[in-house]
Nanobody, 124 residues
């Protein structure tokens, strides 16, 4: 049974930083794509960033490119999202997701497993 557990959310002022973690268990993730999505109140869940576990290829949404960084730690089976220069519009619940064979990294339906989410709130 695959489990994804996010942590690291919280309240931060605009311009600050947070690092989210996603601890993955239950499988060998070497062939997976891991993604971060977010959902603000009243809005659709949207793609943020993704990383291919095998070679660390990454992709970012235009909204976060240059401010956020996604990485993974093989030994800890953990994926990270480093968020810098945070803005109030980054406020959302952030979800970690895992895809066994994603044809498109930005589409929610391509991901097979989801975590419960962690709240990030950026105050102005």
């Amino acid at each position: 049974q695959v489990q994804l557990v996010e942590s690291g959310g919280g309240l931060v002022q605009a311009g600050g930083s947070l690092r989210l973690s996603c601890a993955a268990s239950g499988r060998t993730f070497s062939s997976y794509t891991m993604g971060w999505f977010r959902q603000a109140p009243g809005k659709e869940r949207e793609f943020v960033a993704a990383i291919r576990w095998s070679d660390s290829s990454t992709y970012y949404s235009s909204a976060v490119k240059g401010r956020f960084g996604i990485s993974r730690d093989n030994d800890k089976n953990t994926v990270y999202l480093q968020m810098n220069s945070l803005k109030p519009e980054d406020t959302a619940v952030y979800y970690c997701a895992a895809a066994t064979n994603a044809r498109s990294w930005i589409l929610k339906r391509e991901y097979d497993y989801w975590g419960q989410g962690t709240q990030v709130t950026v105050s102005s």
